[in-house]
Structure formats: C-alpha cells, structure tokens
DNA sequence: CGAAATAATGGATTTTGTCAAATAAATTGG
DNA sequence: CCAATTTATTTGACAAAATCCATTATTTCG
C-alpha cells in the first residue's frame, strides 16, 4: 500500500526539527567533563540496574570498543566499579560507586531543569497536550516489547468533574455531532455528582498517566440496591490501552464491595466502543428506545449487570 | 510556577525515545559516502534556497571552519557550486550543481522509504494521529520568537463551558485551597448558562492561543437593564498577555452595544489580578460582605459598572 | 575615513568513533 | 568429556568528525 508523500514528508520534517530541537537541548550539557555519548551511557547505567557492557551495546547502538574505553575512562576516574558476573564469568556488572552517583546527579537535575524551562512557558493545557502527543508517538512507532508508563486509576480532584464536562461535551460534539444541550446534560449530572456526593455509596475514578488524564467513570446510588454507572469517558489518543475495561472494573469492583445488587446504565446504540466494554463486563441490554436529543435521532440503551 | 516532575521526566523520557529512533533511522543512510553532518547539510540546501554558509552555521549549529570544509569537499566533487552574494561581498550563495542535485535525489528517496516503510504498518488513522502529533510538537516548541501567535478572542462552542468548570475547579483548589463545593457551583452557573442561554442578551468569550484556550468570560442578563459577568478566568501561564483585559473589554464592549445600564459582577477579595482588571475597565466596589463558603473564610465584593 | 563587526576560511589539534584482531569464558555437538 | 564455536569484553592502530585560534576580505557604523 502506498503512502502518502506528503505525510511521509512531514514524518521527515519532524524528524529534522526534533533532531534540532534535542540537539538544542544538549548544547547546554555541553560544557561539561562528559561528552554527550557519555553522558547517554551514564544516564543508562543511572536508571538501569546491573547492567554489562553488552546491555549498553546494545540499548545504545555503540561500537564495543568504543565503549570499553568510555567505561575505563570511568573505572580510572572512580566513578564507576565493576563485579564479575555471578551468572557469566565474561561478564562484568557495572554498578556506580556512592562518588559517581553522587558525581553525576547535578547532570540530571540540569537536564530536568533546562526541561522545565520549556514547560513553564506553556499553560497547563499545553503541557497536557505536549505529553500526550508524545506518549502517541511513543507508542505508536515503539517496538511492541518496549514498555510504556503505567496508567493510574485514581480518585476524582477538584477540576476532574470540569474535566469530564469538557471532554464529553467537546468529543461527542466533534464525533457525533451532539449539540449544546448535551453538555449542558453533563454538566447536570456532573454538577449533581459534586453537590450529592456520598463517599460511603458512590465514587469516580480517574484513569491517568504521566499526570495525563485519559479517562473517566463514576459510580453513583441510584436506590438501596441499585448503583449506576455513568459518564464513562476514554481520550481517543488513549485508545488501546485498556483504560475503558480498567475504568469499568473498578466500577464493578467498588458495587460488589458496597453490596449493591445490580448496576446499571443508560448509553446509545452509536457508542459501540463503551457498549463492547459493557457486554465484555457482562451487562445484559434491558431495553432500547429512540429519542431526539442533543440535535440527534439517537436510540436510547438500558443496560444492567446483575452482581 | 514548578512543573511537574512526572511530566519533565516524561518529556525527557521521550526526548531519549526519539534520539534512538532517528538514530536507527540514520543508520540505514549511514554506509553512503556521505557523513550524518554533511547530510545535514545537503537536506537545508536542497529544501531552502539562496542560502549562504553563515545560514547552515546558525539553521544547524555547525562550527563555521567545519562547514566550510564540508562545503570545500562538496565543490572539489562538483556538487555545488558558489556565486558571490550581490547584497553582501563576503557572502557566498551556495547552489546545488545540476550533477549535484542528481546525486543527492537518490539518498532523499532512500530517507523517504525508510520514513515509508514506518508509516505502512500503520492504519490510515494512526497516520493521522501520528502526523497530527508531531505537529502539535512542532508548534508547540518551536522556537520562542516563532510563538508570537496572536490571542484570539471567540464565542465558546461544545465543550468549552466544561473546560471553565474544569480550570476553574483546579485552580482555586491548588491557589486558594477551595474545595469541591466550588467546582459545584462553577458547575451549577455553567450548567445553568448552557441551559438558558440567550444568544441575544447573553454571551461567553473563549481566548485562545494556537487552539489552545488560555482564558474565558462569560455575561448574562440579571434583568432588563443589568448584566452580570461570571466565570472569568485566565490561565496562570497566560498571565501578561492582556488576556484578562481583552476578556472584560469584549463583556463591555457587548453589554453597550445590547444596551444594558450596568454591569454587576461578584467575587472574592483575594482574587487580586481580576480584582485589578475590573478596577481598570472602570468598575465600582459596591458591597463587601464576609461569608464562609468552599471551605474557607472570605469576603465576597460586589462590583458594578455603569455603562 | 578609520574602527569595529561580520562572513568565510586555513592551520593545528583534540575528540570521537571504527575496524580488525586478541583474550577469556561459556556453550554446543559429537 | 573435549574440541570447536560462540559470546563478552578488551587492545591496537587508525580514520573521521569536530573544535579552537588566527587570518583575510568585506561591510557597517560612527
């Protein structure tokens, strides 16, 4: 299948801007004892624990000899100790000694800081938005094995109901059309949630990484045994990570620990992504029923899930 | 304001992602005869035009004595040639050869299928999430001179009233420690506003920066003769743009032309920025009245301008 | 006009990276 | 078990890439 020159043209022109970019970026460290290979094989042996030469090799694409000089260079300077390897006598483990580490420290904290410059001069939106877009690039050009931050559930904050309004009422707006009066359905509910809340019956969960958001659900008691699931919501840059199931789950989880009997929930047959998360989770469609809401003609769904 | 160390550390996490992978793609052009600098250097001169040496150092940072090597090498094969510049003497405009643009076209198709290759393996949609990504990243670090963009004022559209909700949630919980009974009432004017609103006599302002929404207003009718602003919010990030101002003068602006008699608005008298934006658009402090609410102990103002 | 700044280059040197071969320990296949 | 092969690391010799300092030719500015 052929592919587009002009997106394989601005994959190249990204490319280019970020070597610039990372390239910018390293200027500043440059002036210190480390050059920048060096510097990459320290920050390797910093996060990574009890690594070898060839681990090194390998996650950096370096030349072993070139490297055998590199980590000699370190041995002679007292950053750095070796241990013979228990399970490969050619092997050597190579372990910071309390001076190395202590060495190079500052290096990361430059690093972290000329970072932090670039982020503080963007809103907390635009850091949002920053990170998200790279943890898609991330994972979609990253080898499959290579593992990604962990996504976090988490209790909802001041901000986070706002959050699921505007997410809701901006995608569904943009995907299904939905007019005003949808958000504005929401922000009822959303503003029902705050006022009401019962910690002891009723919760929501926030599905995030990296300080993130990618999701949302809340769980709210709708009589002695019934609870019900509303407002479940995954960013579509999130899609694939399981961060829908996780968010039900917990839903389910949280309602058996409570007691409740049943769950239940109201959603439209155009959702398919949510609606193939209930029927996984085992909910049972219970009745169906067209309406015109939010500008549309929509067929309303009930679902239940007997505990 | 700090910066979140999850995400610097998730932003230099990615910048060592994107480092090994145009790594790896630079090693497919690397057994050419052509080192990764002077490619560099023949990728600027075949993309740009009329540019001089003096361009390279600053576009790719490059040791002027360097380039000018390499650029001696390409003229003894014959792949460019110079032309003394008739703005400046000292100058020389570099051109490719006909035989030199020939040569090169060659390695541009080979980066171009590498680039292709990646891209194949993914849908069309991730395509475009892909490429959507990386220039969201572009826009977003580009250089600080390049982010001049200008603030645009707009009338809010579906989700935007969430997003009030949301920022407003946050940050007076994180500044001001409210807590979430004031996400609730946030929520209840704005689920109230989505609700009743009058596009007549009512409107709300969305700033925004690059598609990013770096502050809001909003003004609704109190009675025949009276309208209220509410909600206005700029974020901390955004601060000296003249974001606020320009958000009260629009409210002005629109309450004179619907031919209101006065603007009535209420707040708190520990939000001194907006507090200063309202006694600069000519507001008069009206009430003071100490009340408990959101957890904390404060004084709500009332505010009105005659128009 | 003369002093200072700028664009480009040459000389000398250092730093960085590569290739081939050597050493030493493990693994494999009879 | 042992010879052959493979793997992990190191050394030697060298080449390529990059940098620092000084110089020349122009231009710009006061």
Redesign the interface.
């Known amino acids: ?1 052929a ?1 587009s ?1 002009k ?19 390293n ?1 500043g460290l440059l002036n210190s004892r480390f050059s920048l290979t060096e510097m ?1 094989v320290l ?1 390797e042996l910093y996060s990574g624990d009890n690594l070898t030469a060839g681990d090194l090799v390998k996650s ?2 370096l030349d072993p000899a070139y490297l055998s000089r590199i980590l000699k260079k370190f041995k002679s300077e007292g950053l750095l100790k070796t241990a013979k390897s228990a399970r490969d006598g050619r092997q050597r483990v190579l372990i910071f000694t309390e001076e190395g580490r202590r060495d190079f420290t500052p290096f990361i904290k430059a ?2 800081d000329e ?2 410059a ?10 949002i ?10 994972s ?3 080898p499959a094995e290579e593992i990604t ?1 962990p996504v976090i559930i988490r209790s909802h ?18 995907e299904y059309g ?7 359905l ?3 509910v ?2 029902d949630f ?2 009401n ?1 019962d910690p002891e019956f009723e919760h929501c969960w926030i599905a995030e990484r ?3 958001i990618l999701g949302s659900v809340s769980l709210v008691k709708k009589d002695l045994s019934t609870a019900q699931l509303r407002l479940l919501y995954v960013e579509p ?1 999130a899609r694939g990570l399981g961060v829908g199931r996780k968010l039900v789950d917990e839903c389910i989880r949280f309602a058996r620990r409570k007691n409740y009997v049943k769950v239940t929930l109201w959603t439209n047959s155009t959702l398919y992504a949510a609606i193939h998360l209930y029927e996984e989770a085992g909910f049972k469609l219970i009745d169906e029923e067209p309406h015109h809401s939010f500008g549309q003609d929509l067929v309303g769904q009930t679902w239940d899930l007997i505990l």
Chains 1, 2 share one sequence.
């Open positions: 299948m592919v020159e997106r394989i043209n601005a994959v190249r022109k990204f490319n280019r801007f970020y070597t610039k970019h990372v390239g910018a970026l200027e990459r920050y950096l694409s690093s972290q970072v932090a670039i982020l503080t001069l963007l809103s907390d939106a635009e850091q938005r920053l990170i998200e877009a790279m943890n898609l690039i991330s979609t050009l990253a931050d904050r001041p901000g986070d109901i706002g959050w699921v309004i505007h997410r809701h009422g901006a995608l569904y707006a943009q939905f007019d005003s009066s949808f958000e504005a929401v922000a009822k959303g503003e705050l006022t809340y990296n300080d993130v840059t």
